[in-house]
């Protein structure tokens, strides 16, 4: 079955670029009709949606975020990727990979802590 | 912008009851665009109902999902011990996704 795994830097530098890199295994990131997001979550917070990409590279992101993400895809890899500009510490969070489906995210990836400091 | 407010902040209740969380929107949302999730510490979301009442693949029937409009429900029926959980409404419209802010289930 389908996995994610989130991988990245754990630490990053205030006013740097957070860039992290979900992996696809177990299936083609091209096959079907699927877009893929990004979403993190603050220590003891709610769930927030960055933005999602389609295997052609078409995107949508938060606008409370748009001026300062990237999401893009390598379907060669099968994985596709975060940039985060200039970041400050409100941007410390786990962040997950996750695919959707249906209007919703059916599979996530177990997440990767990034702490800016 | 959807903002979804979900109530109660904080459930508590025993196993063996019934448990009712309720998810409201700022403005109307397609059925077929909201959904639930549960997470545990230190775990990922699960998803758990999709299209307002369709259950996700291998979610117990204990768990039913309801509403239309601006007011969405997540029933448990008979909570078991590891239901205890935060609980999360999200929305999808106009190319974006929201998080309601989350439903603590906790053991009474």
């Known amino acids: 079955q389908v996995q994610l795994q989130e991988s990245g830097p754990g630490l990053v530098k205030p006013s740097q670029t957070l860039s992290l890199t979900c992996t696809v295994s177990g299936g083609s990131i091209s096959s079907g009709s699927y877009y893929w997001s990004w979403i993190r979550q603050p220590a003891g917070k709610g769930l927030e949606w960055i933005g999602r990409?389609?295997?052609?590279?078409?995107?949508n992101y938060n606008p409370s975020l748009k001026s300062r993400v990237t999401i893009s895809v390598d379907t060669s890899e099968n994985q596709f990727s975060l940039k985060l500009s200039s970041v400050t510490v409100a941007d410390t969070a786990v962040y997950y990979c996750?695919?959707?489906?249906?209007?919703?995210?059916?599979?996530w990836g177990q997440g990767t802590m990034v702490t800016v400091s | 912008e959807v903002v979804l407010t979900q109530s109660p902040g904080t459930l508590s209740l025993s196993p063996g009851e019934r448990a009712t969380l309720s998810c409201r929107a700022s403005q109307s949302v397609s059925s077929s665009y909201l959904a639930w999730y549960q997470q545990k510490p230190g775990q990922a979301p699960r998803l758990l109902i999709y299209?307002?009442?369709s259950r996700a693949t291998g979610i117990p029937d204990r768990f039913s999902g309801s509403g239309s409009g601006t007011d969405f429900t997540l029933t448990i029926s008979r909570l078991e011990p590891e239901d205890f959980a935060m609980y999360y409404c999200q929305q999808f419209g106009s190319s974006q996704y929201s998080f309601g802010q989350g439903t603590k289930l906790e053991i009474k």
């Open positions: 996750a695919r959707n489906w249906n209007y919703a995210f059916d599979i």
């Open positions: 990409i389609y295997t052609s590279g078409s995107t």
């Open positions: 299209g307002a009442s």
